[in-house]
Nanobody
Framework: QVHLVESGGGLVQPGGSLRLSCAAS????????MAWYRQAPGKQRDLVAS???????NYTDSVKGRFTISTDNAKNTVYLQMNSLKPEDTAVYYC??????????????WGQGAQVTVSS
């Protein structure tokens, strides 16, 4: 079992910043990829950013230059630093972790979601 706990969402004015955190715990042997998705009301869940075990990052075009994904591998934690926030960034943000647990099984786990609201 792999459990993810997110923190750091909230209400911020346009142009402001927030930092999301997601800590993974459980019988983790190896993590392949850690990622952040978001889902706005009435829309599908879309990938925002991802980072591989080797440190390769990927961002959706709308957040490039404003968001930064990073990890603390010793703590199995992924962060999303969000700067210059816009109202269209408003959504529930979910972390996702893919890897392998002890004794060989692969897993994909999701966090509980963190509401980010950008509004004046």
């Amino acid at each position: 079992q792999v459990h993810l706990v997110e923190s750091g969402g909230g209400l911020v004015q346009p142009g402001g910043s927030l930092r999301l955190s997601c800590a993974a715990s459980g019988s983790i042997f190896s993590i392949y990829v850690m990622a952040w998705y978001r889902q706005a009301p009435g829309k599908q869940r879309d990938l925002v950013a991802s980072i591989t075990k080797q440190g390769t990052t990927n961002y959706t075009d709308s957040v490039k230059g404003r968001f930064t994904i990073s990890t603390d591998n010793a703590k199995n934690t992924v962060y999303l630093q969000m700067n210059s926030l816009k109202p269209e960034d408003t959504a529930v943000y979910y972390c996702q972790v893919r890897g392998r647990v002890l004794f060989g099984a692969e897993f994909t786990s999701w966090g509980q979601g963190a509401q980010v609201t950008v509004s004046s």
